[in-house]
């Protein structure tokens, strides 16, 4: 057998702590299934002194990991610091530059600079794996490097951040409001502190740009990406799809087009029926339509220590067997320029939630805009309210009433458009809720 390959671990937080427990809880299956050992030798974090809750002893520690990086001490370098710059991409092109093998979970790295650092690996000869960067456990990295590629992929999509699952799925079971289940979300460590990257969509969109690009052959274009989070849905919207059969899903969504490939993460109605509807809590889920194999889904937890860390061992499992698969599925100099989809001629169904003001031919206003606008009614939901009352039990004025529509597949434009009109009009009180109902089987 081969000298066993020597890891240096960068980061030392719940993942590098899990990564150092799994390697010595596992190194000798590992060795047997990749025909090499694999071994920690030395590590890099901030502070020596504080508990990781993992067996350091023996290694050598190193306070810059671009040394770590640059040292002829290890063979791998695991980076597991985070965040797109500073010390994440130094250490990263340091190691690639030395001709060393890298494996990192940091999305945020790939989504920006993930395109030069494949080229850099290529240039050198070395590997570049990140399972983990992607729906933590689930190994779609691999699905679509290597699984997939004998297929042409129309679509891929999926629930790619856990905070906002497990939030948009407790409104649902318990009927409570986005602000009290992101407080009980940061209270179980589900949620940061500023929880601004997760439920603003941002998470899921560095995800989905390295999907895309390994999905369609592109280069990873991130700033691409249509963007809404999940602060505007409300347990109204909640109620109104479960009774419309559908569940509401932050989903990140690549499609080919004739204008070019969408990337959008937003709020979405799916089909009560479809796989991806019934996943919920912190688990991640990503589907991928192929033309050959048809739709693929793959379910499991997308973050945490253990989890993460499987894939990340998995990756070094790889290059101790001798795997080598161009970074981006394909060399990169081959990747296409990204051509972005005009979001406008997006084509599908819309949930749109009006709070109307009760006056006559209101609803009739709204109708005839949609109708101007090309836009066929699929439903018609209205909800009244009781009037407010006063003191002396008389009616003290009418309150907006909820009407709820949705439509057949129309184009963004036309929906927007007819919003527009809508507003204009005078009939309605505040802004109309929008959110896109995706096609699933």
């Not at 001629?345 to 709204?366: C, M, N, Q, T």
Request: charged fraction near 25%; include cysteine; aromatic fraction near 4%.
């Amino acid at each position: 057998m081969a000298n066993a390959l020597r890891l240096g671990v960068a980061g030392l937080g719940t993942v590098g702590a899990s990564v150092v427990n799994l390697i010595a809880k596992h190194g000798n299956a590992i060795a047997r299934k990749s025909g090499r050992g694999v071994d920690v030798t030395a590590v890099s974090a901030r502070d020596k002194s504080r508990e990781r809750g993992c067996d350091l002893t023996g290694l050598t520690w190193f306070t810059d990991p671009v040394e770590m990086a640059e040292s002829d001490a290890i063979d791998v370098f695991v980076e597991l610091i985070g965040g797109d710059n500073g010390a994440a991409e130094e250490s990263v092109r340091a190691a690639l530059s030395s001709g060393k093998h890298v494996v990192t979970a940091n999305k945020a790295l790939l989504a920006k600079h993930g395109v030069a650092l494949a080229a850099l690996a290529e240039e050198k000869g070395v590997c570049l794996n990140y399972e983990a960067a992607v729906a933590g456990g689930i190994p779609i990295v691999k699905t679509l490097r290597e699984s997939m590629s004998g297929n042409e992929i129309s679509r891929v999509y999926g629930i790619l951040n856990g905070t906002c699952n497990y939030i948009l799925s407790r409104m649902e079971d318990e009927g409570i409001s986005f602000e009290d289940c992101l407080a009980d979300a940061q209270r179980l460590g589900y949620a940061e502190a500023d929880p601004t990257f997760d439920i603003e969509g941002n998470d899921t969109a560095h995800k989905l740009a390295i999907l895309t690009s390994l999905a369609f052959g592109t280069k990873i274009s991130a700033d691409d990406i249509y963007l809404e989070g999940i602060t505007s849905i409300t347990t109204a919207d909640i109620e109104a799809a479960d009774e419309l059969g559908y569940r509401i899903k932050l989903l990140g969504v690549a499609q080919r087009t004739e204008t070019g490939i969408e990337q959008r993460v937003h709020p979405t109605m799916v089909p009560k029926s479809s796989a991806i509807a019934r996943i919920d809590g912190v688990l991640n889920a990503v589907a991928v339509d192929g033309d050959f194999v048809g739709e693929i889904v793959l379910v499991g937890p997308g973050a945490g220590g253990n989890a993460t860390a499987s894939s990340v061992v998995a990756d070094i499992a790889d290059i101790a067997r001798g795997d080598e698969t161009p970074v981006l599925g394909m060399p990169a100099v081959d990747l296409d320029d990204y051509v972005r989809a005009r979001m406008r001629l997006h084509e599908g169904g819309y949930y749109i939630r009006f709070s109307v003001v009760d006056r006559p031919g209101a609803f009739a206003e709204i109708a005839k805009c949609m109708a101007d606008a090309g836009i066929s009614l699929e439903s018609i939901v209205q909800r009244r309210r009781a009037p407010m009352v006063s003191e002396n039990n008389n009616s003290a004025g009418a309150q907006p009433q909820p009407v709820i529509l949705i439509t057949y597949e129309t184009t963004e434009v036309a929906v927007r458009e007819a919003l527009e009109t809508i507003a204009s009009k005078g009939v309605i009180s505040g802004a109309p809720q929008m959110i896109r109902i995706e096609k699933l089987t």
